[in-house]
């Protein structure tokens, strides 16, 4: 029986990446690509240089992943990897997402339906959600105060705002640590916005960091 050879080709398809299984020892040897991107059309979605980690799965088959995988939901991208896991025969027998949120989408879209959730529909396909906490250095050492509100306002800019999708919520420390506002306190992006451009400095002659981290 000749020796079989797996191949990882994660910038074949502009980057989406394959696998190839190529015949080693015959004089007329060649490779046979599992074109991965008809069995699995997420893989299309993305340029997720899937081959790049090949591993054996210790049941004749193997997981390869797409470490790059990212997924669009709203405004976001989660840059979250995706794995596939394989006969030997290069045959798709599951996708594997250790690090993906929770989804709603295919099957569990139309069964369920927008209709029988309780909160507000997310996009197909997206996560449910997503919770962010900022913490925030409002201590005198930090000036000018504007700047914060800036970059904080371009943060929260890139986020997809809603109760079916993310909620961020702000700490503010120096020498206390304040709540400036909870997670869903502010469920749209426009009301997040104008919070963050009319938050204040705490102000404090200490900068007790590891108090907040531990707070948040």
């Given at each position: 029986?000749?020796?079989?050879?797996?191949?990882?080709?994660?910038?074949?398809?502009?980057?989406q990446?394959?696998?190839?299984?190529?015949?080693?020892?015959?004089?007329?040897?060649?490779?046979?690509?599992?074109?991965?991107?008809?069995?699995?059309?997420?893989?299309?979605?993305?340029?997720?240089?899937?081959?790049?980690?090949?591993?054996?799965?210790?049941?004749?088959?193997?997981?390869?992943?797409?470490?790059?995988?990212?997924?669009?939901?709203?405004?976001?991208?989660?840059?979250?990897?995706?794995?596939?896991?394989?006969?030997?025969?290069?045959?798709?027998?599951?996708?594997?997402?250790p690090?993906?949120?929770?989804?709603?989408?295919?099957?569990?879209?139309?069964?369920?339906?927008?209709?029988?959730?309780?909160?507000?529909?997310?996009?197909?396909?997206?996560?449910?959600?997503?919770?962010?906490?900022?913490?925030?250095?409002?201590?005198?050492?930090?000036?000018?105060?504007?700047?914060?509100?800036?970059?904080?306002?371009?943060?929260?800019?890139?986020?997809?705002i809603?109760?079916?999708?993310?909620?961020?919520?702000?700490?503010?420390?120096?020498?206390?640590?304040?709540?400036?506002?909870?997670?869903?306190?502010?469920?749209?992006?426009?009301?997040?916005?104008?919070?963050?451009?009319?938050?204040?400095?705490?102000?404090?002659?200490?900068?007790?960091?590891?108090?907040?981290?531990?707070?948040?």
């Amino acid at each position: 029986c000749p020796s079989r050879l797996l191949v990882g080709a994660p910038w074949d398809g502009n980057g989406q990446g394959d696998i190839y299984k190529c015949s080693v020892g015959l004089q007329n040897s060649s490779c046979a690509k599992a074109n991965l991107g008809a069995a699995a059309p997420w893989l299309r979605s993305s340029a997720g240089h899937l081959g790049m980690t090949l591993v054996d799965s210790k049941d004749g088959g193997f997981v390869a992943c797409a470490p790059l995988w990212s997924q669009e939901c709203g405004t976001s991208v989660f840059s979250s990897g995706r794995c596939v896991h394989l006969n030997a025969e290069l045959q798709l027998m599951g996708t594997v997402a250790p690090t993906a949120q929770r989804e709603w989408g295919g099957m569990y879209w139309d069964i369920l339906g927008c209709a029988t959730l309780v909160s507000p529909c997310p996009l197909p396909g997206c996560s449910t959600y997503m919770d962010i906490i900022l913490v925030l250095d409002g201590s005198n050492s930090i000036y000018p105060w504007e700047e914060v509100q800036a970059f904080l306002g371009n943060i929260l800019g890139r986020f997809f705002i809603g109760p079916g999708q993310t909620q961020v919520g702000v700490l503010q420390y120096g020498e206390q640590l304040v709540q400036e506002w909870a997670l869903g306190q502010h469920p749209t992006a426009q009301g997040l916005l104008e919070a963050a451009r009319n938050l204040t400095r705490q102000e404090g002659r200490e900068t007790r960091t590891a108090m907040a981290i531990r707070q948040a």
